[in-house]
């Protein structure tokens, strides 16, 4: 993966690798995943809960706490405007700049990342303060973000504390706080979780709203199809830690080539169905430290259990390489349900 002169690159992740230490073993948790993100788009990192993506997201930065985390990579590469950083290298100092000032981050729990006992203000300010030493009113622009994010009277919000705001509220803080400090790409890690209906779509409109304005990158994990739909560019499906399936939006919606890929979207609601009852996909994920020895999915699908028995060995015995099998359309598979997925 390179920088081309068509996209801008702002961060690729090669070979991803992530375990954790259980006594005297290190239990494998993510396995060579590789993506990367461009200057504008939006990618989603979509899966079931405990597949990677909240760690994978968090590995980028260096922010799992290590030990008990190992994390390894053949790359992790983040193109600041002054040249590329290899993050897994970088010095602390470097490592500082790049989170929030580089990269910043939208938690699931707005309540568990901010700090209770400061105004919301305060906690805006440091950011701008740490990473655009350039603002001569802090003031003025932690009201200016309040009010982008959508808060209404911001001055004296801003002197409030985190436990005076609703939900939603919160989720906005933490937005202008993840904007406070200029970032190029913004990881947002479920960032409507346990919001209504009508205050997830307006957060989920002003991350659009802010990409589109600032040509930002965005990290959107989600198990939300429906939100991929609305705004990814391009899809990385996770299961079980291993990436399984990456392309643009409207192929992955339209020709899944993973049978994980085709399940999930066969198992989404579709309003005016005549059908009576929800797909559902067999069997649990398994869990860490008991994957498979062959393909993670095994077991679970139901392509598999077509084929005749020697290729069933196969995907029992053999994990699949990741493979592209149309342009930019990336599958780990040894039998995808199509060879022409565009």
């Known amino acids: 993966m390179e920088q081309t002169s068509t996209h801008t690159r702002l961060l690729e992740t090669i070979n991803l690798n992530i375990g954790f230490i259980a006594g005297e073993k290190i239990l494998p948790v993510v396995s060579s995943v590789s993506f990367h993100v461009d200057a504008g788009e939006i990618l989603a990192l979509v899966g079931e809960s405990g597949c990677g993506k909240s760690i994978s997201c968090l590995a980028l930065t260096r922010l799992l706490p290590s030990p008990p985390a190992r994390v390894e990579a053949d790359a992790i590469r983040f193109f600041a405007e002054d040249g590329p950083v290899e993050l897994q290298q970088a010095s602390s100092r470097a490592l500082q700049r790049v989170r929030g000032g580089g990269i910043g981050y939208i938690f699931q729990e707005p309540s568990a990342s901010l700090n209770p006992v400061l105004r919301i ?203 592209e099998i149309a342009p930019s359309h990336t599958c780990r598979c040894h039998y995808p349900l199509t060879e022409n997925a565009g």
């Open 121 to 323: 203000g305060d906690q805006i300010a440091e950011a701008i303060e740490l990473h655009r030493p350039e603002i001569e009113d802090v003031r003025a622009e932690v009201i200016a973000l309040l009010a982008r994010v959508g808060i209404p009277a911001p001055e004296s919000r801003a002197d409030a504390y985190p436990h005076e705001l609703s939900g939603g509220m919160q989720q906005r803080v933490m937005i202008a706080m993840a904007l406070a400090g200029a970032p190029r790409l913004l990881v947002a890690d479920e960032p409507t979780t346990a919001l209504d209906v009508t205050i997830q779509a307006q957060i989920l409109e002003l991350i659009d709203r802010t990409r589109k304005e600032r040509n930002m990158g965005v990290i959107l994990v989600t198990h939300n199809l429906g939100i991929v739909a609305e705004l990814a560019d391009r899809v990385a499906v996770m299961y079980a830690g291993t990436l399984v399936e990456s392309c643009v939006t409207e192929a992955l919606l339209r020709t899944p080539a993973h049978p994980y890929t085709a399940a999930l979207l066969a198992a989404v609601p579709r309003p005016g169905s005549d059908r009576t009852r929800l797909t559902t996909i067999p069997g649990t994920v398994p869990p860490p430290g008991q994957y498979p020895r062959g393909c993670r999915f095994f077991g679970r699908c139901e392509h598999c259990a077509a084929l005749p028995e020697e290729q069933q060995r196969l995907c029992r015995d053999q994990m699949p390489e990741e493979r």
